[in-house]
T-cell receptor, first 115, second 116 residues
């Protein structure tokens, strides 16, 4: 059973370009979470999704950021018109059913660098 | 708004010592608390998850305790080894209404170095 997969592992973009980060949850998991880790800062929750639904996006910046988890395929975190301050490690996690007994399993992250 | 604090921020001890990492949280209405480790440049590995109804969980040389009423958790590492060197993070659900299915609020971590 493969773990949470994220790609690409490293992504370089110039200011103003778009960044698309992909996350495939563990098999059998229907809950996906995205987090951002800025340099020298802790992990910050961004958004929580179930299949085709955004459950909680309270941690998402109001502009330029969006997320989806379609019925088929991976979850996508999309950043439009990237700026240097978006440079960070973006982690995806998944859990099975969303009960309080469920551990969140993390992927290896995508490290975004904005030039 | 839930806030998580971890003390100390960094710790360096000789191999073989027992050690305790501390975590405190401001909103005691939590469903669970998780401890993770993060190695440099890597993702997070889940170590232990404690339900709000539990007082402790053990896995090998690791023991985590939870005192919900005082908003505290500790991670005890017995007979430390150089391979234990990593950053240790504790996390609780962002809100108390998610039923356990929730984003997590993390502390900034304790950076642990075990000297050979």
């Amino acid at each position: 059973n493969a773990g949470v997969m994220q790609n690409p592992r490293h992504l370089v973009r110039r200011r103003g370009q778009e960044a698309r980060l992909r996350c495939s949850p563990m098999k059998g998991h229907s809950h996906v979470y995205w987090y951002r880790q800025l340099p020298e800062e802790g992990l910050k929750f961004m958004v929580y999704l179930q299949k085709e639904n955004i459950i909680d996006e309270s941690g998402m910046p109001k502009e330029r950021f969006s997320a989806e988890f379609p019925k088929e395929g991976p979850s996508i975190l999309r950043i439009q018109q990237v700026v240097r301050g978006d440079s960070a490690a973006y982690f995806c996690a998944s859990s099975r059913q969303g009960y309080s007994t469920d551990t969140q399993y993390f992927g290896p992250g995508t490290r975004l660098t904005v030039l | 708004k839930q806030e998580v604090t971890q003390i100390p921020a960094a710790l360096s001890v000789p191999e073989g010592e027992n050690l305790v990492l501390n975590c405190s949280f401001t909103d005691s209405a939590i469903y669970n608390l998780q401890w993770f480790r993060q190695d440099p440049g890597k993702g997070l590995t889940s170590l232990l998850l404690i339900q709000s109804s539990q007082r402790e969980q053990t896995s090998g040389r690791l023991n985590a305790s939870l005192d919900k009423s005082s908003g505290r958790s500790t991670l005890y590492i017995a007979a430390s080894q150089p391979g234990d060197s990593a950053t240790y993070l504790c996390a609780v659900p962002v809100t108390s209404s998610g039923g356990g299915a929730d984003g997590l609020t993390f502390g900034k971590g304790t950076h642990l170095i075990i000297q050979p």
